[in-house]
């Protein structure tokens, strides 16, 4: 079955930056883009950004622009999120998503399935 | 504040009909772009419920409808259930400069 598998639990200090992986099975992971999106504890979902597998190309909210980087392992069907500079508003459960196979602009389709989510922690 | 905009709680009955809105404007949803929903219980990641604003994959029950008009969109549950008692999320594209993926703030769904 289609699935996502992420990585464990980090804490971080401020400053740090942490690099959450997601691997997926059960289907082609270059025909479908993977978004990944955040949570503090008690809040809502936050868009953080995308990347095509396939052509290596990526976005990102402004909110992030800098801060975060979006790669991917085609040899080994994994997607990394780097987030540096870290702060303790950062902490949060971190999700990755995958996209539609259709060609339209990332984040702009409906995301399925979800990885499990990683807790990162930032604490000093 | 979130791009889109959600009422933070509804609630209703067993067997009654609620309905979730999803506000937007012409940057996101007026300007065609679709909406998505999400259903996440305590502690677990979302999950799809409704895509394209209106369809529904495999495995969720007809009871969960959605509706898009404008710069709105809605989530319906009808014959509520004790189970749907969550978080619910709305999803679209926004095509201003800090936009792109946008969500809803959230809203939850208490079962009376």
């Known amino acids: 079955q289609v699935q996502l598998v992420q990585s464990g639990a980090e804490v971080k200090k401020p400053g740090a930056s942490v690099k959450v992986s997601c691997k997926a099975s059960g289907y082609t992971f270059t025909s479908y883009d993977i978004n990944w999106v955040r949570q503090a504890t008690g809040q809502g979902l936050e868009w953080m950004g995308w990347?095509?597998?396939?052509?290596?190309?990526?976005g990102y909210a402004q909110k992030f622009q800098g801060r975060v980087t979006i790669t991917r392992n085609t040899s080994i069907s994994t997607a990394y999120m780097e987030l540096s500079s870290l702060r303790s508003e950062d902490t949060a459960v971190y999700y990755c998503?995958?996209?539609?196979?259709?060609?339209?602009?990332?984040?702009?389709?409906?995301?399925?399935?979800w990885g499990q989510g990683t807790l990162v922690t930032v604490s000093s | 504040q979130s791009v889109l905009t959600q009422p933070p709680s509804v609630s209703g009955a067993p067997g009654q009909r609620v309905t979730i809105s999803c506000t937007g404007s012409s940057s996101n949803i007026g300007a065609g772009y679709d909406v998505h929903w999400y259903q996440q219980l305590p502690g677990t990641a979302p999950k799809l419920l409704i895509y394209?604003?209106?369809n529904r994959p495999s495995g969720v029950p007809d009871r969960f409808s959605g509706s898009k008009s404008g710069t709105s969109a809605s989530l319906a549950i009808t014959g509520l259930q004790a189970e749907d008692e969550a978080d619910y999320y709305c999803?679209?594209?926004?095509?201003?400069?800090?936009?792109?993926?946008?969500f809803g703030g959230g809203t939850k769904l208490t079962v009376l």
């Open positions: 999803q679209s594209y926004d095509s201003s400069l800090s936009g792109w993926g946008v």
């Open positions: 998503a995958r996209g539609p196979n259709l060609p339209i602009v990332g984040g702009a389709g409906w995301f399925d399935p």
């Open positions: 394209g604003n209106s």
């Open positions: 990347m095509n597998p396939n052509s290596g190309n990526t």
